[in-house]
Each structure stands twice: as structure tokens, then as C-alpha cells.
């Protein structure tokens, strides 16, 4: 156990190698977890990459000081990934490759903002994974969870705003719009916290800048200047 705690305060300080083995040194306990799932409809093998996934999650939280065994505290973090995985699919069936595509996209993320401390942009994560964006964005819309056309994405005043009424009915969504929408999510969370509450409040609550003035304890002014500034670097970021 001893050395296994070297290997975790090892890997949470960045060292690789060390992830790696005990990530290694693991796989049979992944395995003794997804095997509790056979019979699902889904091959064990993809059940072992979700797992995994939970396996590294446990790595990157664990606390030395919680004095318990590491695989004690592992067991219901993987169990409780792949729940996620089957509770979340099966509404669409995805193709195999893009479900793969989407698991290592998962992956990836995770890893790269561990190691630099912030999400990786979409191409950033396509680089890593040696695919492009138009392929990566496709996986991972993908993998989404399907949303009710009736859930409430916002709520002011007591009257509910739908998804159903924020839908586009000009006309269809293509790949090229619905990779404009991924990068612009990226985008926006990238933005420093003031900056993406004042556009969100703008253009996804409807506020106007008194009113977000007034809730952020800014001057209207200073508002004006953050919405224009933000709209400056999407326009630059976007290229439109």
C-alpha cells in the first residue's frame, strides 16, 4: 500500500509513469467492476475503457489522508462511472467507432487539463488525438446526452423558457454550424469569470446591461466595455 501512495502523490504531481503503472497495476480491479455489468447489451471491452476512465478519476482525487486503501476508495468510483455510462446511453445508439472516438476524447481531456491545469480547446484535443475537429466535434455531439425539447432552461418571472423555444426553425443544423457552436462553447469557458457572466446573463438570460449592472455591482458602462470586449475576441476566435 505504501508504495502505491508513492505512486499517487507521484502521479498528482504530474509524473506520468507513475499513472501508468497504477494504472496497470489496477486492471484487474477494473475488470472485477465491469464484470458485475456483463450481460447489459454492451461489450465488456468498452465497459473496461469507461472504467478506466473512473479508474483515473480515483488517481487525480485521492487523498492520502482519507487512511483507507486505495482500491477500497477506487471500487464505487468505477462502479459509479460506468452507472453514468448506462444511465446516459442507450436513449440513440451510437456506432461503435464514434463511441470510441468520444471515450478517448473523454479521456484525453482529462488528462490534458490535469496536466495543464485548464479544458484544452477542441483542436487542441484533436491534435492530441491525431484526428480533426470536423471528426472529434461529430464524436463527441455524439456521445451527448439527449435533452427533452421540454426542459427548462430558464426560469424568470414564473414563466419557464423550453428548449423547444429556443430551437432554430430557419432551417436544418449542418456540421459546419454544429462545429461553430462546439468552438464557441469553448470559447466562453474560457473567458474569465466576470466576462462569462456578463454574456451569459446578456445573451442567454436576456438581461440588458442595467440590470447586469446592477446584479454583478458594476457600473453600466464597465458592463458595455466587458460585452464589447468579448464580442471582439469571438469575432477574432471565430473568424467571422
Known sequence: M???????????????????????????????????????????????????????????????????????????????????????????????????MAMKAKYMQESLQHATGKPPTISELAEALGTNVEELAYAMDAGHEVESLYAVVHQGDGSPVYLLDKLDTTGVDDGERMIDKIALREIIRSLAPKERQVIVMRYFQDKTQSQIAQAIGVSQVQVSRIEKRVLNTLRAKLEV
Open 2 to 100: 505504501e508504495n502505491t501512495l508513492e505512486l499517487i502523490v507521484a502521479s498528482q504531481n504530474g509524473d506520468y509513469a507513475a499513472r501508468d503503472r497504477i494504472v496497470a497495476e489496477n486492471t484487474g480491479l477494473v475488470w472485477s467492476v465491469v464484470k458485475k455489468f456483463a450481460g447489459r447489451g454492451y461489450e465488456l471491452e468498452d465497459l473496461f475503457q469507461i472504467g478506466s476512465i473512473g479508474l483515473m478519476k480515483c488517481i487525480d482525487k485521492f487523498d492520502i489522508s482519507y487512511g483507507v486503501k486505495f482500491s477500497t476508495y477506487a471500487v464505487p468510483m468505477i462502479m459509479g462511472e460506468i452507472k453514468r455510462f448506462l444511465r446516459d446511453d442507450g436513449i440513440i445508439k451510437v456506432s461503435r467507432p464514434l463511441k470510441e
